[in-house]
C-alpha cells in the first residue's frame, strides 16, 4: 500500500511531462501550419501576379518582336475611320509644305485674280484630304501600307537589337516614312487636277506594292522642288526612347522563358508547401482576377500617357484607334485571365466543405437522378408510343422540321451551317419516314 502510494506521484510528474511535451509539439504544429498557411498565401499572390505578367511578356514578344504577327495587327488600320482622318491629315500638310500650292496657282491664274490665290489654296485642303483618305483605304493602297510597315518594322527591330547598319548613321530615332502615301496621292491628285501642276506628273505607281529606293528622288525631280529631308515622316522611337527600347528586347530575350519557368515553379512551390491545396488553388484564382485587373489597369495608365504625347484633336483620336487595335488581343488575353481565375476560384469554393457548397452539391446530385429517371422514362415511352404516333402525325411530324429548318436558315448565314441545316432535313425526313412506315407496317 505504501509503495502504491509513493507511486502515485512519480505517475502525476510523469503524465505532467507527457502533457507538457504534448503541448509543445501541438504549439509547434500549429507554428509550422501557420507559416505554411502564410508561405503558401504569399507564393500565391506572386504566382498569380508573375502568371499574368508571362502572358504580357508572351503577347510582346509574339506581336511586337514577330515582323508578321506586327503587319498582320495593323495592316487594318487604313480601313479605321479616325486612323486614315489622322493620316490623311497628316498627309495633306506635308504635301502642302512641299509644295507652295499659293505660288503655283498665282502662276496659273489671271494677274488680275491673284488676290484669289491664297483662299483658293485653303479651300484645296479639303479636296485633298478627301483624296488621301480615299487612297488609304483603297486595295491598291493596302498593298503599299503593308510593305510600308514591314520595312519599318524589321528596321526597327534591326536597331533595337543592335544588328543594323543603319545605326552607325542615324542612332537617335526609328521613323516611319509615309512618302509611298504622298506619291499616290500626288498621282490621284495629278490626274483630277493637272493644271495645280502645270503638267502631269510622272511618278511611280506603287499598287503592286514594290517601293523603290529612289522614290524621294522621283518625286522631288517631279514636283521640282527640294523636299525636307525628313519629310513625311513620323518618330517611332527617339534616342531616349530607343535606348529604353534596346534593353527592353534584351531583357525580354534572356529573361522570358526562365520567367514563365520560374512562375511555374512557384506555383509547384506553393503547392507543395500548402497544407490546403483546394484553398490555395482558390486563392490562386482570386489573386489572378486581381493581378489582370491591376495589370490591365497599368495599361491604361501607359496607354493615357501615350496619347498625352501627341496633339489633342484629330490625331489623338487616329493614335488612340492604333493603340487600341495593337492592344486588342492584350485585352483579350487580359479577360481570359479575369475568368480563368474567376471559374477556378468558383469551381474550388464548389469543392470544399462548406454550408453552402455541400447542400448545393446535395441539390445537383438529386438533380442529376430526376433527369436521369426522366430521360429513361421518357425514352422508354418514346421507343414504345413514339412510331405509332408519328404514322398517325406524320405529315404534321414532317412539316414541323421544314419549318425549323427555314428558321434556321433565316438565322445563319453561313455556307457550310446551310448544308449542314439541309443534311439534317433530309435526316430527319427520311428518320421520320421510317418510323411511320414501320408502325404501320407492324400494325
Excluded: C
Aim: a positive charge.
Amino acid at each position: 500500500m505504501t509503495n502504491d502510494l509513493g507511486e502515485l506521484p512519480r505517475l502525476r510528474a510523469e503524465v505532467q511531462a507527457l502533457q507538457a511535451r504534448l503541448d509543445r509539439r501541438q504549439r509547434r504544429a500549429a507554428t509550422v501550419m501557420t507559416l505554411r498557411r502564410t508561405g503558401a498565401a504569399v507564393l500565391t499572390a506572386v504566382t498569380a501576379f508573375a502568371l499574368v505578367m508571362s502572358v504580357v511578356g508572351i503577347w510582346s514578344a509574339r506581336t511586337a518582336l514577330d515582323t508578321d504577327r506586327w503587319v498582320a495587327t495593323v495592316a487594318p488600320l487604313p480601313k479605321d475611320p479616325e486612323v486614315a482622318a489622322a493620316v490623311a491629315d497628316f498627309a495633306t500638310v506635308k504635301l502642302f509644305e512641299a509644295v507652295d500650292v499659293e505660288q503655283r496657282l498665282r502662276a496659273v491664274l489671271p494677274e488680275q485674280a491673284a488676290f484669289v490665290a491664297g483662299p483658293l489654296a485653303n479651300q484645296l485642303h479639303a479636296p485633298v484630304r478627301a483624296t488621301a483618305a480615299k487612297v488609304l483605304g483603297s486595295d491598291q493602297f493596302q498593298r503599299v501600307w503593308t510593305e510600308l510597315n514591314r520595312r519599318a518594322h524589321v528596321r526597327a527591330l534591326a536597331i533595337v537589337e543592335g544588328d543594323s547598319d543603319v545605326v552607325a548613321v542615324q542612332s537617335d530615332r526609328v521613323e516611319v516614312d509615309l512618302l509611298p502615301l504622298v506619291n499616290e496621292v500626288l498621282r490621284t491628285l495629278s490626274a483630277q487636277l493637272p493644271t495645280l501642276f502645270g503638267k502631269q506628273l510622272s511618278l511611280p505607281d506603287l499598287s503592286s506594292g514594290e517601293i523603290p529606293a529612289d522614290l524621294r528622288v522621283r518625286v522631288q525631280d517631279s514636283l521640282g522642288v527640294t523636299l525636307p529631308e525628313n519629310f513625311a515622316q513620323f518618330t517611332v522611337y527617339d534616342s531616349g526612347q530607343l535606348w529604353a527600347a534596346q534593353q527592353a528586347v534584351v531583357t525580354a530575350k534572356r529573361g522570358l522563358v526562365l520567367f514563365v519557368l520560374g512562375t511555374l515553379v512557384l506555383l509547384g512551390v506553393a503547392l507543395l508547401v500548402s497544407p490546403g491545396r483546394r484553398r490555395t488553388l482558390l486563392q490562386l484564382g482570386l489573386w489572378l482576377v486581381v493581378a489582370a485587373v491591376a495589370i490591365t489597369v497599368a495599361l491604361r495608365a501607359v496607354r493615357q500617357q501615350i496619347l498625352q504625347n501627341v496633339p489633342e484633336g484629330l490625331y489623338r483620336d487616329g493614335a488612340a484607334d492604333v493603340v487600341t487595335a495593337v492592344f486588342s488581343q492584350l485585352r483579350t488575353r487580359g479577360w481570359q485571365m479575369i475568368w480563368t481565375g474567376a471559374l477556378l476560384a468558383l469551381l474550388m469554393y464548389l469543392l470544399g466543405p462548406g454550408r453552402g457548397p455541400t447542400w448545393l452539391r446535395a441539390r445537383t446530385v438529386a438533380a442529376w437522378r430526376a433527369i436521369r429517371r426522366a430521360a429513361v422514362t421518357g425514352g422508354r415511352a418514346l421507343a414504345e408510343h413514339g412510331p405509332s404516333w408519328t404514322a398517325r402525325h406524320l405529315d404534321a411530324v414532317r412539316v414541323g422540321g421544314v419549318a425549323v429548318a427555314v428558321l434556321l436558315a433565316l438565322l445563319i448565314s453561313s455556307w457550310t451551317a446551310l448544308l449542314a441545316i439541309v443534311v439534317l432535313l433530309v435526316v430527319y425526313e427520311l428518320l421520320v419516314t421510317a418510323l411511320a412506315w414501320r408502325s404501320t407496317r407492324a400494325g
